[in-house]
């Protein structure tokens, strides 16, 4: 069974960091191509990076570059998601993605709210 358990996130503030975390099992994770997509509050879900299975092309929505960072461990099967300079726009359900050969699968969805 392909399971993505999202975990992370929390309340942070204006400026701030957190990471996201992305532990998964059922699947060959290493040669999986993987994503973060968000929804934020009445809005429509928003891809904002994706990373290829060994990790050497990483690729973001304009609106997250410079300030978040995907990465992975293929040894542990985990994704991850460093988020730098946050700003209340960034407040949102943030999940991962993976994007298989027999479908899409999808983690439970992480809540991350920028407030002071």
């Known amino acids: 069974e392909v399971q993505l358990v999202g975990s992370g996130g929390g309340s942070v503030q204006p400026g701030g960091s957190t990471r996201l975390s992305c532990a998964t099992t059922?699947?060959?994770?290493?040669?999986?191509?993987m994503y973060w997509v968000r929804q934020a509050p009445g809005k429509g879900p928003e891809w904002i990076s994706g990373i290829s299975s060994g990790g050497e092309i990483t690729n973001y929505a304009d609106t997250v570059k410079g300030r978040f960072t995907i990465s992975r461990d293929n040894a542990k099967n985990t994704l991850y998601l460093q988020m730098n300079s946050l700003k209340p726009d960034d407040t949102a359900v943030y999940y991962c993605?993976?994007?298989?050969?027999?479908?899409?699968?999808w983690g439970q969805g992480t809540q991350v709210t920028i407030a002071s």
């Open positions: 059922g699947f060959s994770f290493r040669r999986a191509d």
């Open positions: 993605n993976a994007h298989l050969v027999f479908g899409d699968y």
